[in-house]
């Protein structure tokens, strides 16, 4: 919004002093309504035209020297002349036409003459925001000049800063044209060079071209010596043919000799074939039964182990001497639990999930695979140090060079939380008893083995029954 425009109220005083008047063309095009929207206009603030003081404070014009005072005022005084309104709007065809200030100010007028500044300020504002301005109250006039006052001081150092700023540009453009020029300058003096040597080269570009008639004259000298060399070339090459000719008729003679000899080694090389051959097929059955030894051998030979008695037998007999030990602990440790009063559930061995655990073990022992056999089946062509030195997972090399360590070893080495529960074996190297507990349980399930029926005659045996 534009700073208000103390001059509009005087320019008021001067039309109320003149009268009414008509809309027209004015010495300065001003005119605001038609003679249709004449009316009376009341004088502002109490029917006196205002002014701004220095603080922008709006009082009364008064000529004389005493201060206004709304008592003077008599309730009976007599209504001045009826005098137009301030127009509320613009006329369209007045409002629409382009706003020419009557300044009337020459080029040669500063700002320190006041009839100068006078002028500007009156028409300054458009009659537009005249109007703007001279709706606002006297307390929002104020306050939009404070506003507008403390805006212009708030952007002054802003402004000074920007224009420093654009000074210290120029400054280094300038700085930098300078440099440019000086650049220019060395510039021009390398292009002075490139001329000299332009000239220079011109005068090697001749030079050359004497020196290419003189080397044109060399290649046709070099040429007739050439021709010369040939011709005495040829004479040499027919006088090697005939040679070539005689040393043909020598190897025709050693060619005979060879086919003789080749004859004879033909036939040796047959009986090498042979031989060879012979060898093939023995390696090819050699290595059949190598890669069947490797592939299906060791699986066939462990299968037909782990199914016989031989195995199994010495393997049944450790898990029984071990069940009827485990049943020999139990039964002392329950009389001893029982003498004390205490209930089989508050013992720490209580597991009722045993059995379940135990048929699981023995399923997974049935259905186990060998991840070093199938090693040992991938590995047909491998060779006799690498198969050596393939081993089960988890094998100890120090087993393979001291032995196996003895059941009292082993017992001593294992610890005695470890053996509770025991390892779970399949149903084929389970104890009697365990098998004839499944059958109580479940009378469909058979786990009785070939060897615990051997081994119902066994001593360990019977003192797993007891």
Known sequence: ????????????????????????????????????????????????????????????ENNDDQSWDSSNVKAD????????????????????????????????????????????GEEFSTPGQDLSVGALSHTSLTDELFIHWAQLGSMLPEALRRWSSCCSSQDKNRKKISSL???????????????????????????????????????????????????????????DLAALEAG?????????????????????????????????????????????????????????????PEFLEPLAAVPKAAHAYGLFVGLRAGYRYAARGRTIESTSYYAPDSKAKLLQAVKTFENATFPYLETLSQS??????????????????????????????????TPFASMHPPHMLPSSLLPSDVTQLSTLDNPSATLVSPASRKGDHDPTAKAAGM
């Open 181 to 239: 020029s000086n650049r220019l300058w060395l510039e021009k003096g390398t292009v002075s060079d490139l001329r000299k040597q332009i000239l220079s080269l011109k005068k090697e570009k001749l030079e050359l071209a004497t020196r290419c008639e003189e080397v044109e004259k060399n290649f046709a000298h070099k040429e007739t010596l050439l021709h010369n060399e040939i011709s005495q070339a040829k004479e040499d090459v027919e006088r």
């Open 380 to 413: 047909p062509h491998a060779s006799l140090a690498v198969l050596q030195n393939l081993a089960p997972q988890g094998l100890d090399v120090t087993d393979l060079i001291n032995g196996p360590m003895s059941p009292s070893q082993t017992s001593m080495a």
């Open 77 to 120: 005084a007599k209504p001045g002349p009826p005098v137009d309104p301030p127009p509320e709007k613009l006329d369209e065809d007045f409002a629409n036409l382009p706003f020419i200030p009557s300044w009337n100010i020459l080029n040669k007028d500063t700002f320190v003459d006041a009839s100068v500044c006078r002028k500007i």
């Open 248 to 308: 043909r008729a020598s190897l025709t003679e050693d060619r005979k000799t060879f086919k003789v000899n080749e004859t004879k080694e033909k036939m040796a090389i047959e009986q090498l074939l042979q031989q060879n051959q012979a060898l093939r097929n023995r390696i090819e059955e050699l290595s059949a039964d190598r890669a069947w030894f490797i592939t299906k051998g060791f699986k066939h030979f462990f299968s037909r182990l782990r199914c016989s």
């Open 1 to 60: 919004m534009a700073l208000p425009n103390p001059s509009y109220h005087r320019r008021k005083k001067r039309s109320l002093d003149k009268g009414p008047s008509k809309v027209g063309n004015s010495p300065k095009g001003m005119r605001l309504l038609s003679a249709k929207a004449k009316k009376a206009v009341e004088p502002s603030f109490r029917g006196e035209p205002q002014t701004l003081t220095s603080l922008g404070t709006p009082e009364p």
